[in-house]
């Protein structure tokens, strides 16, 4: 018998096996990878709200564990999945630059914003300036799935295939599946959880974010990350990720052409150099109607766990998540309420 089931494999389950690697506990992983949510996220860890200069919710507790977490995959791998860059914030107006101003001034945001005011690069279409965010990262979150995929393909703990939950055996001590028990399942399937018939009542609901990828040598923004309407995030090798939309149709994969007519147009009017388009990319973000993500058990079937909820924080609040999650699990220490899955009792019937 193994300690854990994940069933999942994107931020949410990436998280949750590190976790149980760093308690010791055994597990196995089932991922058909429909869900692509994390595979085309931009992977920026970004503490400020850039809308309305607000710090994003828990950021002061989330990014201090998040860097850790994260910085611990590079000294395994001896490569650079996650790094320190700043996000440039442009500045619409004379007004958004004071906003900027003041925010930076309150003692919640000073950590995360630099105060002074900074011309925007020549390639940069702007009548105004910009902003430095502080402490921000970028994941090269894609990569880092796969060469931990292949990791546990190697010691014979991931299967890539759909999970059937028909066959799920829930006991009073344990969960057999196919030929195989477990103590626990974590759930981790992002928007995938509306075909779980375990937890589908949860109120999450799919946003739908689209990237352009995109070939630039004339940007010359290899090593920051800048933020207009959309992020422009650097690739590599002149290649930059530009996005993502917000939308609650067409919730899947599938990249569309209104997508890609409102990016393109954003992002000529953004930047005055040539570029060329090389794809498009699209996945559904699982959102919660509080807008926090939600964890637990499930309320009937013991030993069944759940990790989701996390639209387009993943990156930043994953980290601490998990790990209260599988403490909660295994030491019995308390879910937070803003998070606790407890909170959606009355949606359950």
């Known amino acids: 018998m193994k300690d854990v089931l994940i069933v999942g494999f994107g931020i949410s389950g990436l998280c949750v096996a590190r976790r149980l690697e760093e308690s010791s506990k055994t597990f196995d992983i089932i991922s058909d990878e429909s869900q692509q949510s994390s595979k085309v996220a931009g992977g920026v860890l970004n503490p400020v709200a850039l809308k309305r200069y607000n710090l994003v919710w828990n950021a002061a507790k989330f990014m201090p564990e998040a860097i850790d977490f994260y910085t611990q995959f590079n000294k395994d791998y001896s490569e650079s999945f996650f790094e320190a860059i700043p996000v440039y914030k442009l500045f619409s107006s004379i007004e958004d630059q004071n906003n900027w101003t003041v925010a930076s001034d309150q ?6 914003m630099d105060p002074a005011i900074q011309k925007v690069s020549a390639s940069v279409s702007s009548s105004f300036k910009r902003g430095q965010v502080l402490q921000s990262h970028l994941l090269h979150l894609k990569g880092l799935l796969a060469i931990q995929k292949n990791k546990f393909i190697r010691h014979h703990q991931f299967k890539s295939e759909s999970f059937s939950y028909t066959d799920l055996k829930v006991g009073e001590d344990h969960v057999s599946y196919h030929e195989n028990t477990y103590r626990k ?34 940007l010359k923004a290899n090593s920051s990350i800048l933020k207009s309407r959309y992020f422009i995030i650097p690739l590599g090798n002149d290649l930059y990720k530009y996005g993502a939309t917000y939308s609650r149709y067409e919730l899947n994969d599938i990249p569309t052409s209104g997508g890609r007519k409102d990016l393109v147009e954003k992002l000529s009017e953004l930047i005055q150099c040539d570029f060329k388009i090389v794809d498009q990319i699209a996945g559904v973000r699982p959102t919660v109607r509080d807008r926090k993500p939600v964890l637990g058990e499930h309320p009937e079937h013991q030993h069944l766990y759940i990790l989701n909820g996390f639209g387009s924080r993943g990156v930043m609040c994953a980290p601490t998540l998990s790990r209260e999650l599988t403490e909660y699990i295994f030491d019995g220490k308390p879910i937070d309420r803003e998070t606790n899955i407890t909170r959606f009792l009355k949606f359950y019937s």
Do not use: R, T
């Open 185 to 218: 399942v974590i759930f981790c399937e992002g928007y995938g959880v509306h075909f779980n018939p375990f937890f589908n009542w949860l109120p999450l609901y799919g946003n739908k974010g689209e990237y352009l990828i995109f070939e630039s040598k004339g």
């Open 107 to 112: 003692s919640a945001l000073e950590p995360f």
